[in-house]
């Protein structure tokens, strides 16, 4: 028997070993996937449970009547457009200030609703695909982030612009932490008479 035939014989348990091989590297590597994932999402999730844990207000906003015990969750969504022109000066300023559109718009609405509440320790919610290039959409989970800002010391807009941008990064950084996930872990806090960690969503379309 030559070499040739004999190699011919053994392939089928060759390429069985080859195959149960490929298998377990493919396995342990699944595993190790997991693992990593897991560890970082409980990361994560320390990271949010820190920033959010001492979060005690609830956005207080005038009404013209009085909150229900329970929430009905009548909510309404309110749009606004921007003219070409303006869009063009936020986008120029938002250049200035090496920020995205979407962050110097959030600054804005933060300094409204501060405005309105007069309260310095505000959470809004958002979008993980929001601040997002385009190209960048396919490899992001769509996931709702709480974005907590420091309004404290009569900050200028410059200075508020600062502050968002770390605050918006820090989020975007924690994005693939479920917020169910997040929900979970303030549930013992839960007030039925309003969403928990925030009670607005703020998003942009350009």
């Known amino acids: 028997m030559n070499y040739d035939s004999q190699r011919k014989d053994n392939s089928p348990q060759e390429n069985r070993v080859r195959s149960e091989l490929n298998s377990t590297k493919k396995n342990g590597s699944a595993a190790q996937e997991e693992k990593l994932l897991a ?32 929430q009905t969750h009548r909510g309404a969504c309110e749009s606004l457009m921007l003219d070409f022109s303006l869009s063009g000066s936020l986008k120029v300023l938002s250049c200035q200030h090496d920020v995205t559109l979407f962050i110097t718009m959030l600054a804005a609405f933060q300094t409204l609703l501060h405005r309105y509440t007069s309260q310095d320790d505000l959470c809004v919610g958002s979008l993980s695909v929001d601040n997002v290039d385009t190209g960048e959409l396919m490899n992001v989970p769509v996931n709702a982030l709480v974005l907590r800002t420091d309004m404290s010391g009569n900050p200028t807009f410059r200075e508020l612009l600062d502050r968002v941008r770390e605050i918006v990064m820090e989020a975007h950084a924690h994005r693939d932490l479920p917020f169910e996930r997040l929900m979970e872990e303030f549930s013992s806090e839960y007030d039925p008479s309003r969403e928990p960690l925030f009670q607005v969503m703020f998003r942009t379309r350009d």
Do not use: F, I
């Open 39 to 70: 560890e970082s999402l409980d990361t994560q999730l320390s990271d949010w449970k820190e920033k959010l844990t001492d979060y005690t207000s609830s956005l207080n906003l005038p009404t013209d009547r009085s909150r229900p015990e329970m």
